[in-house]
């Protein structure tokens, strides 16, 4: 029986660099025979791990788009070595991110909120248009922890960037 692409007759490739997200290739029987690749993701271990942070930078978007939230979440201190790589690779995103925004600027979390906003909101001009009406509403009537961590001073900041 003759196989086709993807069924056995794949050459071996030479590993990836630590980090790297690797490709491995499956197949799915149907009529076409069609070959689809799954994409291992690895997220940094700790907030140090800077080479699984820069190889998923690598990686680029949309490529790393189903881990979004997971590479959110290490912004939420923009002092982790892991941050100051993903904030300049989450802030050229643009609109596609804005979900994942609206999910921080909702919790409770007021310092991931400053974080987002000063770092990713306030260098993407697409979100920070999109993201007005957000915006307005922190700078207008903020919780008392916006206010404790200067949220509302931020989104002042970017109003007034978009406004003139």
Do not use: Y
Request: proline share 9%; net charge positive; glycine share 6%.
């Amino acid at each position: 029986m003759r196989r086709g692409p993807g069924f056995g007759n794949m050459r071996k490739r030479a590993p990836l660099p630590a980090g790297v997200g690797q490709f491995r290739p499956f197949a799915k029987a149907s009529c076409n025979r069609s070959l689809k690749l799954k994409i291992v993701i690895d997220l940094p271990n700790d907030k140090s791990d800077t080479n699984r942070a820069e190889a998923l930078v690598a990686l680029g978007f949309p490529a790393v788009e189903p881990v979004l939230p997971q590479i959110l979440e290490w912004v939420q201190d923009v002092n982790w070595p892991v941050a100051r790589i993903f904030l300049p690779f989450l802030a050229d995103i643009g609109t596609p991110l804005l979900p994942h925004v609206l999910h921080v600027l909702r919790t409770d979390d007021d310092i991931w909120k400053a974080s987002v906003l000063e770092h990713v909101v306030s260098k993407s001009g697409v979100l920070s248009r999109i993201l007005a009406p957000e915006l307005i509403r922190v700078a207008a009537s903020p919780t008392q922890g916006e206010i404790d961590v200067e949220v509302d001073v931020i989104a002042r900041e970017i109003l007034d960037r978009i406004k003139g």
